[in-house]
Structures are given as C-alpha cells and as structure tokens.
T-cell receptor, first 114, second 116 residues
Framework: AQSVTQPDIHITVSEGASLELRCNYS??????LFWYVQSPGQGLQLLLK??????LVQGIKGFEAEFKRSQSSFNLRKPSVHWSDAAEYFC????????????FGAGTILRVKS | GAVVSQHPSRVICKSGTSVKIECRSL??????MFWYRQFPKQSLMLMAT?????????EQGVEKDKFLINHASLTLSTLTVTSAHPEDSSFYIC????????????FGPGTRLLVL
C-alpha cells in the first residue's frame, strides 16, 4: 500500500541554522510529491512539488527539496531557518491512478529557537 | 491565484444538529474538490472526493449519510455534518484541483467544528 513516512515528529533548530526534514515514500509508480506547511489553526500552503525533470526542486520561502528515486526520498531543506518558519510540515504523494488523491505523512513540527 | 476559501472558519453547535461547511475556489474552476479531517496533533485524513455534477466518492470508514457532500458548481462544494455528535468535533479542510491542470491541490484555511 502507498505510504509516506516522516520519521521526525519534532525538530528544533536555531535561527539561522540549516534545516532538513526527511520524507520517504512507498509507491509503485512514478510519484508526484509535495511538501506543504501548516501554521496552527490554518490550512495547508504548498511549498513545492515534484512531478518530473530536475530532481532538485525550488519552492517558496527559500525551501528546496531533492527527489532521490534510489532512496524513495523527498527531503526538504532550507539553508538558513527564520523564526517565522516554525510550523508543521507535511510531505505527501499523489495517487494519480486514484484521481490525484493525496496520502500525507504524519507531519514534522518545526520549532525555531532564537 | 488558486485561492480556496472555507466558511465558516469555526462553528460551535449542539449535539444532534446539522452543520454545513462551504468550500469555494475563488479564482479558478475546480472539477474536483477533496474533504479532509484532521484531529489534534495528527495528519490529514481524506474523507471524500467530490466531483462537480456527480456523487462524491467516500473513503473506507466514512459514513455517507453522516457526511453529506454536494458539489453543485465548479466553484462550490459543501460538506454537511448531519446529527453531529461530540466525536465529530475536528478540523475540516477542503482542497481543490485546478481544472485542466490536475496535479496540485490547493487547500482552504479549514473549519474548526466543536460539537457540545
């Protein structure tokens, strides 16, 4: 069955430090992959997506993610974290054969310390 | 572009009453909308897929008669929680797919439902 794993429930980084949030997926076909961010009590905002082509994807707010087929991973990175990046981050894979349904990971809560 | 709104943003109701939540795509036509439910400190769980002009497709374990979905136009889908009970209290989020693009879901801000 299709699944998305975010192994880190919580991550704390210092402001200005680099960040990497891990995401692994299990999916038989070529995946469409997404990273969304959610602030408390809010909906989800799309950070970036991967469909095909260049495996390093640039997103909004200075985020990027790299698709590694051999590792079934799509890790999110940011070189320098800002306090406003504190939020919950969700990785998701789209099931194209099921009408683009999204399967979400459990989420990673990012805390930024000053 | 690709803005999705939800109304209301939060609602409190008595047990046994019904609550309607609207999801609108403001600047695009959405052939497909999705309804999710999110419990505190958990991820989003897909409840149903709503296609304009046809019946919604519900995920396993979601009661069709309890969570009525109507997708009357390319910009509006509604979720009605019928005979709500405290266990229905949750955060409900909708999303919409841009017609003709198909791959990316744009999410609404969510509706917080509290059933007393």
């Amino acid at each position: 069955a299709q699944s998305v794993t975010q192994p880190d429930i919580h991550i704390t980084v210092s402001e200005g430090a680099s960040l990497e949030l891990r995401c692994n997926y299990s999916y038989g076909a070529t995946p469409y992959l997404f990273w969304y961010v959610q602030s408390p009590g809010q909906g989800l905002q799309l950070l970036l997506k991967y469909f095909s082509g260049d495996t390093l994807v640039q997103g909004i707010k200075g985020f990027e993610a790299e698709f590694k087929r051999s590792q079934s991973s799509f890790n999110l990175r940011k070189p320098s974290v800002h306090w406003s990046d504190a939020a919950e981050y969700f990785c998701a894979v789209a099931l194209m054969e099921y009408g683009n349904k999204l399967v979400f990971g459990a989420g990673t809560i990012l805390r930024v310390k000053s | 572009g690709a803005v999705v709104s939800q109304h209301p943003s939060r609602v409190i109701c008595k047990s046994g009453t019904s609550v309607k939540i609207e999801c609108r795509s403001l600047d695009f036509q959405a052939t497909t909308m999705f309804w999710y439910r999110q419990f505190p400190k958990q991820s989003l769980m897909l409840m149903a897929t709503s296609n304009e002009g046809s019946k919604a497709t519900y995920e396993q374990g979601v009661e069709k008669d309890k969570f009525l979905i109507n997708h009357a136009s390319l910009t509006l889908s509604t979720l009605t929680v019928t005979s709500a009970h405290p266990e229905d209290s949750s955060f409900y989020i909708c999303s919409a797919i841009l017609a003709g693009v198909g791959e990316t879901q744009y999410f609404g801000p969510g509706t917080r439902l509290l059933v007393l």
